[in-house]
């Protein structure tokens, strides 16, 4: 029904409108999928950041800790919840820790901070604890007295590598907990606050001075996949249950999550209003290129071509042309996030900025999702066309004789 | 008739001296609860327990204290803690924490956190407000005991809307302290229970806090006076910062 | 002669109307686009500096040598009564408040918490400042005693404690005992700063002093200059007249802000550059096709003798005609949404947790300058210019006799 030959003729005859129409298609597709792959790799980045630098995909914490975090409302059998947690599937590792604050005093100052007792081997995979080492030597399992201290706390304590420190706090039955540790290493993440405020210790030997075996304020989970967070988050739920429950980051960083979105919002709003002038240069540019041939399509009016075949026939031109524009934008676009993706862009002179809002300024790379840039191809290619259908309509609108008069 | 009116009043002075406090005025009356309670110089072995809904702990304590303004405490029982001990001269604290051999300042951000996990703060133990000092005073009841309000004074740091206290008209000790916030509703109540002679002096062995809140409740902590000496003169050489690891062991 | 051209010009965008339109609306709409992102951004980042500056470290800030590194009360300015006469003497600055800073514990019956304090003189801050105007329950005094306190929302609801309740502060005097006084709650204030609603007490300054035995203490100056071209003339005599206190411009202290300012700026130069290429593009097209179409008019006319600069006035005219059209019809459009987001602002408040964390209010209002109307005109103005030039080109090349043989 569709008159191939014909259209294909038109294309290959009106060379330079063809040429110039997939042209615009084409950089205006480019544009938006390398956009969004922008867009949607700054935020995964800054998300991927925040949660993996401590908090962690998954929590497991006593119900009520959340609200209120104390010693009432700990996790009080570990090693049963650990049994269940082996049970399920697509679990990549797990890990305890023990987070109470405490007071630490040098001899220069006393500072009050938080004290974490970890599982080394495991918090490796499961925060980035063991990559921000500074200083010295990160922790392993059979560690005792050592401590792995935040940059600015050892600063503000005056303490170096394996220098002395104590501390002071409470153990989980509420009895004097106190300990003279030596400095292993320090680590720095970025994020001033908690550089100044954090250390760690291994929670094999922490518990001894805790008294806190077979306890933890939560435990941290990795899932196979960081997208199942949600499947994995029910699972573990329904398994573990009762005194205790699993929150995804989503839930335990809703504030990141939504100023994430509203970036988002910005973003689309400024390229829409990019896409809304494109629109409208494509949809003049068609409307010059159909006037120019207002007399053939009179002429074929004249011969008895139905309006709605000279519609076809010319919307057929158009969707062939957005679709190979669409098609070269697209590879071009996706070419481009692709080598963002391998090459992340480097944001020298913006650490202020990032140590300010308490992030952490590191490379960020595109985001390389085919689904995404098929979509975003769907999307120009459905706009390149509308774009085209105003002109081709008035252009019906003309009586055959008028049309083939038409200078 | 001059006989009758003689007897009377013989009688009634009689009656003055068995039942001063029906003549005294309130702010004396205080006066006279707070050194009871106080004593010029106390030296005790205290039991300490604390319950909470999770678990109950047991810690055992030897106390000297003069007046308000000094405490020296030790800690002797269970053995992960013994030694520990604190030193309170007027507003401030020290511990000493012989697992780590050092003399620790308590800074003003853990003064209100609970003191080795009971019912009392840090503050409680080092301000103890003077009640003469802090509160107006008013006499509502006169029954078996007396009830008597404890409203703060406008400037007085005291972090209570208002305190109920009785108190025994035999002995003049209080026998129930019931804290209230500024929305009247209570906090925490301190029971002062099981009188007991310590050589010349009734002094309630037991006293037991119990929170009232709605997140803590049941929680419990109790002291057990084993044994006091009262108004014996102390050594000095107890309230030195020296003292906190001399006595240590 | 003029009245002609003109005639021809509107004559010839009549004839093709749609054509027309389509351009002065593209032009229009990428205008309005462009103003609505301008003016709203440059809100949004305006109010996130004034939030800064006006609640905490105004223009300039002032503090005793090494005292923002380690906050020590015992490290105040040593001359107040100095830094004050110079700064009421010195015509260039408009406003001043003293603070006294300092950490500490706010206690109810209840509960306690660690906080900042910020020992204040209400009236001088009502002057300057605008934490006045954050005041959510209460007012913005200290009682006539001055035995009140302000404190943060957010502060307000840990400690459960409503206006004309009591707190309990403590803080650390000079003599290294811990002073502690009542105070009543009169006022209740959220800053959508979220250090300062968490955890921060403003009191009276001078009751402040006394508790903590340095009567007269100032820990920190903060005072606004009449034009902020002058800050950095000030901070400099400044500096030199006190060479052992240290002085600070806002974005020293807050670097980020500075920097997200002049990525605002960044990004919109680039879009604005987007846009007009985009509508530089159009009316090239349509002029171009336009002369093309006409060629055999503008041959017959220069054949009849019309000079080739009163054809290219016609050109030149179109042109202009087009882009004054979409100026006019962008920047009504414009002016009037900026308008009404000026006065009634965006509301966000959806969004209200990310914006919170960023310290930025959720509702955000538009900001207007003649500058925003004055360059796109340029910009327009060029455009057109530019874009007549190629036809121009052509028109100059044709020769008239085989042009009025075209079709």
């Known amino acids: 029904m569709i008159p191939w030959k014909l259209v294909l003729k038109n294309i290959r005859g009106y060379r330079k409108r063809s040429v110039v129409t997939v042209v615009l298609s084409a950089i205006t597709t480019a544009l938006l999928v390398f956009s969004s792959a922008i867009m949607d790799g700054s935020h995964n980045t800054m998300i991927k950041n925040a949660v993996e630098i401590y908090p962690g995909y998954m929590q497991i914490t006593h119900r009520d800790f959340r609200d209120t975090p104390g010693y009432e409302n700990l996790i009080f059998d570990l090693d049963s919840l650990r049994r269940s947690l082996a049970n399920i599937p697509d679990i990549a590792a797990y890990g305890a820790r023990f987070e109470t604050y405490v007071l630490y005093s040098t001899e220069a100052r006393s500072v009050g901070g938080m004290l974490t007792g970890i599982e080394p081997r495991a918090e490796k995979q499961l925060s980035r604890m063991a990559s921000s080492l500074y200083e010295g030597e990160y922790l392993d399992d059979e560690d005792g007295a050592v401590v792995y201290i935040g940059f600015e706390l050892a600063k503000r304590l005056k303490v170096g590598i394996g220098d002395e420190l104590a501390f002071i706090g409470n153990g989980a039955d509420y009895s004097m907990a106190a300990d003279v540790v030596t400095v292993k290493g320090t680590f720095r993440t970025g994020l001033f606050d908690f550089d100044a405020s954090a250390a760690f210790m291994n929670k094999r030997y922490l518990d001894e001075v805790m008294v806190s075996r077979n306890m933890a304020t939560h435990v941290i989970v990795l899932p196979a996949n960081v997208e199942d967070c949600g499947k994995i988050e029910d699972r573990i739920n329904q398994e573990v249950g009762g005194d205790n429950v699993a929150e995804s980051w989503f839930r335990t960083m809703a504030s990141l999550v939504q100023a994430m979105k509203l970036d988002s919002v910005f973003g689309y709003i400024t390229l829409g209003i990019i896409f809304i002038v494109i629109f409208f240069v494509i949809m003049i540019y068609t409307l010059l290129t159909v006037y120019a041939r207002v007399r053939e399509v009179g002429v074929m009016r004249a011969i008895g071509t139905t309006p709605w075949g000279i519609f076809v026939m010319l919307v057929s031109e158009s969707v062939l042309l957005s679709l190979v524009g669409v098609l070269l934008g697209g590879l071009l676009g996706a070419c481009v996030a692709y080598y963002f993706y391998l090459n992340p862009m480097e944001f020298a002179g913006y650490e202020e900025q990032f140590k300010q809002y308490n992030m952490v300024a590191t490379a960020i790379p595109a985001d390389f999702a085919p689904l995404v840039i098929a979509r975003d191809m769907l999307i120009m290619f459905v706009l390149c066309v509308c774009s085209t259908l105003y002109p081709i309509l008035r252009l019906n609108r003309y009586r055959p004789m008028d049309a083939i008069r038409h200078v | 008739m001059k006989h009758y009116l003689l007897t009377i009043l013989c009688l009634l002075f009689i009656f003055v001296d068995h039942c001063p406090a029906e003549e005294m005025d309130i702010d004396t009356l205080m006066q006279q609860v707070e050194e009871a309670l106080n004593g010029k110089t106390a030296q005790m072995n205290l039991t300490m327990r604390v319950k909470t809904s999770r678990l109950e702990r047991t810690i055992k304590m030897e106390s000297y204290s003069v007046g308000k303004d000094k405490s020296f405490i030790k800690i002797t029982y269970p053995r992960k803690d013994t030694g520990v001990t604190f030193l309170k001269i007027d507003n401030a604290m020290w511990q000493y924490v012989p697992r780590i051999e050092r003399v620790i300042k308590i800074p003003a951000s853990m003064m209100l956190q609970s003191w080795m996990g009971s019912d009392f703060t840090n503050d409680d133990l080092v301000r103890e407000s003077s009640i003469a000092d802090d509160y107006h005073c008013k006499l509502i009841e006169k029954g078996d005991e007396y009830l008597v309000e404890l409203i703060p004074k406008e400037d007085a740091p005291v972090v209570w809307g208002k305190l109920l206290m009785w108190i025994s008209k035999e002995h003049l000790i209080p026998t129930k302290v019931r804290y209230f916030d500024e929305e009247n509703q209570p906090v925490r109540v301190l029971f002062y229970n099981e009188f007991k002679k310590f050589g010349d002096k009734m002094y309630p062995s037991k006293w037991v806090m119990e929170n009232e809140t709605i997140e803590k409740k049941g929680n419990q902590t109790i002291m057990e006076i084993t044994e006091a000496v009262f108004d014996q003169p102390v050594a000095d050489h107890y309230f030195t910062k020296r003292a906190l690891k001399q006595f240590s062991q | ?407």
């Open chain 3, 1 to 407: 002669m003029f009245k002609m051209i003109l005639k021809i010009a509107l004559l010839s965008l009549f004839r093709r109307l749609s054509r027309t339109v389509s351009v002065v609306l593209m032009i229009s709409v990428s205008l309005w686009g462009l103003l609505f992102m301008e003016g709203l951004y440059e809100g949004m980042m305006e109010q996130m500096i004034n939030n800064a500056i006006r609640s905490d470290c105004g223009e300039i800030s002032v503090f005793a040598k090494g005292y923002r590194l380690e906050m020590d009360i015992k490290n105040l300015i040593t001359d107040p009564d100095g830094v004050e006469g110079f700064l009421k003497s010195d015509p260039r600055i408009r406003s001043y408040v003293k603070r006294l800073e300092h950490q500490g514990l706010a206690a109810t019956a209840h509960y306690s918490r660690g906080v900042a304090f910020y020992a204040i003189d209400s009236k001088a801050e009502q002057q300057q400042g605008r934490l006045h105007e954050y005041i959510e329950a209460g007012d913005f005094t200290f009682g006539t005693k001055g035995k009140g306190v302000i404190i943060g929302a957010e502060l307000a609801k840990k400690l459960k404690v409503k206006i004309g309740r009591k707190i309990i502060i403590s803080a650390q005097a000079t003599d290294d005992e811990i002073a502690s006084m009542a105070l009543k709650v009169t006022g209740i204030i959220r800053t959508n700063n979220m250090g300062l609603d968490d955890g921060a007490v403003f009191l009276d300054l001078a009751t402040f002093s006394d508790l903590l035995q340095v009567s007269g203490g100032v820990s920190r100056f903060a005072f606004f200059v009449q034009d902020p071209e002058l800050i950095e003339g000030v901070q400099e005599s400044m500096q030199a007249r006190f060479p052992d206190l240290e002085v600070f411009r806002w974005d020293q202290l807050y670097p980020a802000l500075m920097q997200s300012r002049v990525m605002m700026k960044w990004f919109n130069l680039v879009t604005a550059f987007l846009v007009f290429s985009a509508a530089a593009i159009g009316i090239i097209g349509v002029m171009l096709v336009s002369v093309l179409e006409r060629i055999r008019e503008f041959g017959i006319m220069t054949a009849i003798g019309t000079e080739f600069r009163q054809v290219a006035g016609v050109v030149l005219v179109e042109s202009l005609l087009i882009g004054l059209a979409g100026y006019l019809v962008g920047s009504l459009l414009g002016g009037f949404t900026l308008w009404h987001f000026k006065e009634k602002g965006l509301d966000l408040t959806m969004f209200s947790e990310a914006f919170n964390a960023f310290g930025m209010d959720a509702i955000t209002y538009a900001i207007i300058r003649p500058d925003y109307f004055i360059t796109p005109f340029a910009a327009i103005l060029i455009a057109a210019i530019l874009s007549a030039l190629l036809p121009l080109r052509i028109l100059y090349k044709a020769n008239p006799i085989k042009a009025i043989g075209e079709i």
